[in-house]
């Protein structure tokens, strides 16, 4: 039954993308990241990981739209020039390029879904079987997360107080025309 | 800053908003252990709770909002807080950010899941102050501290 | 054409993937304006993040929370962890090339990519 309503939502958020490849108004594009942030939220958690659908429907609804909306106060949502004709033909290069190499390398992966597949069978049964008995969190994840990945945690965290700074350094100082 | 938007809705709506989304981040970082959550976000719902009087009121209205310096410091707080208790860890004994070594609880696995704990928290802290202090840098005039 | 319909309804999120991957390279070459492009960007990030997340999956497992007492089979929380910071560390990212975006355009005028026209050199 879950996996019927994977498909659905494999469809839909297709065709948002493509959507948010076609529209020409910049407000419109900010509502459609917001609604393919909410369906790609639904999908993660179909596929059995709540914390990352919970964490993405927060980031992608809230902040993300709040950031995007903070840029179109300043300029003109459609004022939208598009490229010339070649230009996106040529583009089309690149893009196909990594689209087959990607499908060639998809097409050597386990069917979606099993359970005897090398990411599931590695390194992870160690880590269910003990992170109870080492850290009393039923909460896999945030026992990884925070216990024995904690290095990257702490490393993230340090990431994110730097965006803040780059964005103060970047917009609060006045433009200085004797550089 | 850019003009408020006020209107009679989102006035009554502001107060049980605010409220209900503050009690929820709490409540997603307090359970991080037992069900999906943890501290990220907790610390975006915080951050979500303290932009939106900001939205609707502006600045100088009678909400304590966050000054911009202290959105800051409270990033900066929150970040220190985690590599306190790491550092922490290595001072008492152990490898850094080695829970098992923390001066409190009687059992290995209760001290682990009370470090977790407290790097959730400076997580979520940390996390709310780099969402609002990026929502003023945005939300304000270029070259002044935060607009208004 | 049974067979790549069978191929097409087994292997869904990793074609969603392929496909994410591919309108997020396209966006990012052809645009001129840079909120599409980084758009783009945005896409591209989401399609590594459901990649993550669709080899991480099993049909016959519950989320990845034990329940003290039972025996569940769960599903595989390593990935889960590493696309956690992958997300928050994408929206802080996020951050920096909007307020570089607000930047452009008080500097310049515009977020869009400056034509050139014959005979101009650099600016």
Known sequence: MILYVIKVLVVLLAVTALAVVRVRDLFALVLLLSVFSGLFGTLLALMGAPDVAFTEGVVGSSVSTIFFMALLWRIDP???????????????????????????????????????????????????DRAYGDTRTPNVVTAILADYRSFDTLIEATVVLTAALACLLVLQRKHDPTV | MIQPFDSLMLRTLLGPSVAALQLFALYVLMHGHYSPGGGFPAGILLAASMILPLLVKGRGAAWRTLSPRGAVTLTAAGVLLYALVGVASLLLGGTMLDYSWLPFGDDVANRRSLGILLIEVGVTIGVAGAMVSIFYSLAGDIGQEGGD | MAALLDYLVNRGPYLLFVVLAVLGVYLMTSHRN??????????????????????????????????????????????????????????????????????????????????????????
């Open chain 1, 78 to 128: 459609l004022a939208l020039t598009r490229a010339s004709v070649p230009r996106r033909l040529v583009s089309w290069i690149p893009a196909v390029a990594i689209g087959a190499l990607l499908l060639y390398g998809v097409d050597a992966l386990p069917v979606f879904g099993e359970p005897t597949a090398p990411p599931t069978t590695y390194l992870s049964p160690e880590y269910i």
């Open chain 3, 34 to 123: 840079y909120l599409k492009a980084m758009v783009g960007l945005y896409l591209f990030q989401a399609s590594v993040i459901l990649f993550f997340v669709a080899i991480a999956f099993r049909v016959d497992s519950s989320i990845p929370i034990l329940v003290p007492g039972r025996t569940i089979t769960l599903s595989n929380p390593l990935p889960h962890a590493l696309m956690l910071t992958a997300i928050v560390v994408g929206v802080a990212t996020l951050g920096v090339a909007v307020a570089i975006l607000r930047r452009i355009q008080a500097e310049t005028g515009s977020i869009e990519e400056p034509r050139h026209e014959a005979g101009e050199s650099g600016r």
